[in-house]
């Protein structure tokens, strides 16, 4: 896991590479690697690459990046994990080529030499990284199907940025600071600024599960060679005829060879572990594949204490249950105010979320781990969501509602009657004809933060508003999440969730703030050899409860306890921190609005201090 970054000055009239701002863009990522950094210029200081190293396969100087090839002609800057890159090496190794290291880096340049583009398809892993072919004069970029890792990059016409972090990119001096009315109007309507959007307009994401090539011609569109969507809709065709015992061990074995890939490493590898099925399932599968003296965090809360949230209690229980070597980290307010600033720093993007992510990785740092597993990913896998419900009921009745009021004309006169009346009416109600009648409008009316029509003055400008909204056009955004994708109501939740929430919340929230504090997350529920190979259980007309199926993998399956435990989430107690931060005078300090939901106050918290360092939302 680490931090890479490069500039190519691909077009004739652009002078050498800014040599300054290469180490400048690279250097503000020193947390994503404190075991290194290194730099590469080409001979005619047309390219440079940057890297900083978190040591986690080969930690010889061996591994060290930017890595060149053998004969000089391949150059690769590499952020990730490849899991399957003894298979790859085995492999190559039988075609003649021979490694000077033991780590996945090297697989890629030789794995490239190859194949060239279409080796990303080899690939099993978490990854992002920029490989310069200097017999071609190209820049090839690739980016993992998931997304989890990140990967931004800016072109101006004559040369061409990336980096694994927008801050690190705009730290570099070369980007501008304009903001994109679409990625922070983004930022409002979802909770997290859409991919491939920015909250600056001259900075775009490559999209998850795509490669971008850059020549002296210029820049390439991203291309895509892997999609969440297509392939839940491929396991639509697949009729899985088997038994519920079948279907357990089939999906047992699927789980177990993600947990085996995950834990490939030449450090300790430890557990986040809530009193969720999801963590204790993969935790009771690291002990069946052979791992001992697991460590494993919960972070516990006073304001929490003998209430539902509290998981602290369940999950030492878990601990004891699979032997693990268990911490509680406590988390009051004051630590939550000090680390403020610091968390609003290594938030890339602005973010509703990810502070219990911040907490929990900072807890796993101070007991010296690289590298820890986490259970995200399990609930847009396995349907633990209750949007795999409420999106296909909204669909159902809202579509036919739509039709029968003609588009929603007669809907929209009672809600314009019931204004004047003065009845009070949540905007989602307001909103339910309008977007209720299909999977990406309902999705939109679920997962969103505010509807495009709540936005108003208070957050931007009204020509910033108009801009962002039609660049951004939400809904259409979100629909296009299924274009060539499944046709089933489950697939469509998953395939949406995992466009949106999945990758643009969770992953990129586990990627700063694990980065932050040097420590890379680990994802088995998220991986597209798995999802392969059991999308065609879980889209079966009666396939068995997901979360059942995961219970039950560990030898030991998971206690009932557990199991039929509430579902809670990954929960910290914010909104209590906040009215207690609003008795003083600090920026918290408008959080104590009765009535406004935690998370609409939050976003409003962090999109003004993030705006005011490095961007001011009304520049034009």
Known sequence: MCGVNGIY??????????????????????????????????????????????????LS?????????????????????????????????????????????????????????????????????????????????????????????????????????????IAGGLT????????????????????????????????????IIVGRDGVKEPRRYASIARILRDAEDEALKASDEECDEWFREALRDSVRHHLVADVPVGAFL?????????????????????KTITLEFDEFVGGASDEAPAAERLARRYGADHTKRRIGAAEFKRDLPQIIAAMDQPSVDGINCWFVAKAAHELGLKVAVSGVGGDELLGGYSTFHRVPHCVKWFGLAARIAGKGTAFARLVETARRSGVRLHPKAIGLLAYGGSAAGAYLLSRGLFLPTELDSEIADVDFLREGLVRLDP???????????????????????????????????????????????RTPLVDCRLLRRVA?????????????????????????EIVNR???????????????????????????????PWSRVWARCVSSMHASTPIELTER
């Open 475 to 521: 809904l259409a955004h979100v629909a296009a999440a299924l274009e060539d994708g499944p046709t089933s109501s489950f697939g469509e939740v998953a395939a949406l969730e995992s466009s949106f929430y999945l990758r643009n919340q969770l992953l990129r929230d586990a990627d700063w703030a694990g980065m932050a504090h040097s420590l890379e997350i």
């Open 536 to 560: 065609p259980l879980l889209g079966r007309r009666h396939r068995p409860n997901g979360k059942s199926l995961l219970a039950n993998a560990p030898s030991r399956a998971l206690p009932e």
């Open 61 to 169: 100087p061996a591994g060290a990046q930017p890595m060149p090839s053998a004969d000089g002609r391949l150059v690769v800057t590499f952020n990730g994990e490849i899991y399957n890159h003894l298979e790859l090496r085995d492999r190559l190794e039988k075609k003649g080529r021979r490694f000077v290291s033991r780590s996945d880096t090297e697989v890629l340049l030789h794995l490239y030499a190859e194949m060239g583009e279409a080796m990303v398809r080899e690939l099993r892993g978490m990854f992002a990284f920029a490989l310069w072919d200097s017999e071609r004069g190209v820049l090839l970029l690739a980016r993992d199907p998931y997304g989890i890792k990140p990967l931004y990059y800016a072109d101006d016409g004559k040369v061409f940025q990336f980096a694994s972090s927008v801050k690190a990119l």
């Open 566 to 596: 509430p579902k809670t989430g990954f929960g910290i107690p914010v909104h209590a921190w906040m009215r207690e931060a609003s008795a003083g005078n600090d920026p918290l300090k408008f959080a104590a609005k009765s009535g406004v």
């Open 176 to 211: 501008s600071r304009i903001p994109d009315p679409a990625g922070v109007i983004g930022f409002y309507v979802f909770g997290s600024v859409p991919e491939p959007f920015t909250v600056y307009r001259a900075i775009s994401a490559v999209p998850a599960g795509t490669t």
């Open 274 to 294: 809530s009193a969720g099925v999801d963590s204790g399932a993969l935790l009771g599968l690291m002990r069946d594949l052979g791992q001992t003296q697991i």
């Open 9 to 58: 000055a691909y077009a004739a009239s652009a002078g050498p590479i800014d040599r300054e701002a290469l180490v400048r863009t690279r250097d503000h990522m020193a947390e994503r690697g404190p075991d290194g950094a290194g730099e590469w210029i080409s001979g005619d200081e047309r390219v440079g690459l940057g890297h900083r190293r978190l040591s986690i396969i080969d």
